[in-house]
């Protein structure tokens, strides 16, 4: 008998072992793809920029030792390049270019592109059909694919901690996008791209834009493009501006998941922008919008009014490269390249709703997903008090729409999921009113309970169920 219960207990485990193995081999199964991928072309002539020598410093662990003497100057070095410029140079790196370097601490744009230092990363790299840009503070563990040339790829972007250096990966289910204000935003991969890839993850993902600081490209398309737009500064805007141009003049943009580079993200800039940051990173989408966004350029300066007011410069040889290189409009990138664009292409109106009672304004109040929408003093300067009423019908604030789950409500912010239902509203330019469809309550004014939210109520005909919405030109 106690032979009997031994024997069961190790057939038992031995099967709880089996089904382990089994579920270990289907979890890394799509990892392992990645290997069965060979016989896609890799990058043509890539050459490794650093090769690194263990035995110095600054590698397998070695400390950099600056002598006592200097670490005076060292701080000095330090202000202006706002990088440890004495430690690089202790660092055996055998570099196989030399260094170029900036006053100031300049970065992405102006590093690559001001005072001829293009012209010089040409000669140097002059037997090179592809390079590779990276930002500072990356861990390299790549491979890159090309499908053409002109196709412009970009690795997944794993996380290294600021504190500990601790090493995150990235996931292969986002790809990049943009919010109304311009900036860059990791969206959920979309079905319409999983079905294209049947289900294959190691498969590139079209993204409609890139991150900026991490991608390789073909030299000589590179060039044929147009680089980057040397009118802009510092960095902020450059990322969307080349993630258009490439798709709106012919190009291709994608996401290589079986490569990983990480990235140290800072929690503090450790250097300048001439004129604050808001100014500068203004002053870069004003040029983007004016160069490749055609008519819908309206809807960001809606959103931020106060950007019109910022000086962008000369862009009439940005206008002139869109022109040469037969570039398609910006409504074709958002029908075909992004349709989950945030950026309704079919709409009523844009700008604020205003409430005929109070005098106040719809206002998303930078509260997030789930939260009730609230109510303030109209201000005229875009931002929050921004929204668009769609062709749809709904009501919504970038990615979030107004969504009433019950009678009475509350109105909340929830996720735009384009299936009407609690999202949809009817607006009777006639009576003023806000409709909602699902409730058949209208909305109104805050009660004395809480005067920083709206409520839903019966429908009628007082002044605080009418709201005025602000029209555009651009209509549905």
Not at 60 to 75: F, N, R, S, T, Y
Request: glycine fraction near 8%.
């Amino acid at each position: 008998m106690r032979r009997f219960v031994y024997c069961k207990v190790v057939l038992a485990t031995s099967l709880m072992w089996v089904l382990v193995d089994v579920f270990l081999l289907l979890y890394f199964s799509e990892c392992n793809k990645c290997d069965d991928k060979k016989e896609r072309s890799l990058l043509p002539a890539l050459r490794a920029v650093i090769s690194r020598n263990q035995e110095g410093p600054g590698e397998m662990g070695k400390a950099v030792l600056i002598p006592k003497d200097d670490q005076e100057k060292m701080k000095e070095l330090f202000k202006i390049n706002q990088f440890n410029l004495m430690a690089s140079d202790l660092i055996a790196l055998n570099r196989s270019l030399p260094d170029v370097r900036l006053d100031g601490g300049q970065t992405l744009v102006r590093g690559s592109m001001s005072h001829g230092h293009w012209d010089f990363m040409q000669r140097s790299l002059k037997t090179s059909a592809v390079f590779s840009i990276l930002e500072i503070l990356c861990l390299k563990k790549a491979r890159f694919f090309f499908s053409s040339r002109k196709t412009v790829v970009c690795p997944i972007i794993d996380v290294i901690s600021d504190d500990t250096f601790e090493y995150m990966a990235g996931s292969d289910m986002t790809y990049g996008g943009f919010n109304w204000k311009l900036n860059f935003r990791w969206y959920p991969v979309p079905q319409r791209e999983m079905d294209r890839r049947k289900g294959d993850r190691t498969l590139p993902v079209r993204t409609p834009t890139m991150a900026g600081g991490l991608f390789s490209i073909d030299r000589n398309y590179f060039e044929e493009i147009g680089t980057y737009d040397a009118g802009m500064d510092i960095w902020g805007g450059e990322n969307l501006e080349m993630s258009f141009r490439i798709w709106q003049c012919g190009g291709s943009l994608e996401i290589v998941t079986c490569s990983h580079v990480g990235h140290v993200f800072r929690k503090a800039t450790p250097y300048t922008f001439p004129g604050g940051t808001g100014h500068v990173i203004n002053k870069n989408n004003r040029r983007l919008a004016e160069v490749w966004m055609d008519e819908f350029k309206d809807f960001f300066y809606i959103i931020s009014p106060g950007v019109v007011k910022v000086d962008y410069g000369d862009v009439s040889v940005r206008k002139a490269l869109r022109e040469n290189l037969k570039c398609k409009p910006f409504s074709w990138y958002l029908e075909n390249i992004y349709p989950d664009s945030q950026i309704p292409r079919r709409y009523y109106s844009l700008g604020e709703i205003r409430n005929v009672e109070t005098n106040q304004c719809l206002d998303n109040m930078g509260r997030k997903e789930n939260e009730k929408v609230g109510i303030f003093n109209c201000h005229g300067m875009g931002g929050n008090q921004v929204f668009s009423y769609t062709a749809d019908k709904e009501i919504r604030t970038d990615d979030l729409c107004l969504d009433v789950s019950r009678l009475n409500g509350p109105v909340t912010m929830l996720k735009c999921h384009h299936m009407r239902g609690n999202q949809l509203w009817e607006y009777d330019a006639e009576k003023l009113t806000l409709r909602h469809v699902n409730s058949n309550q209208c909305l109104d004014e805050p009660s004395e309970e809480d005067k920083m939210v709206p409520t839903m109520r019966e429908c009628g005909d007082g002044r605080s169920q009418q709201w005025l919405l602000r029209n555009m030109t651009l209509g549905a």
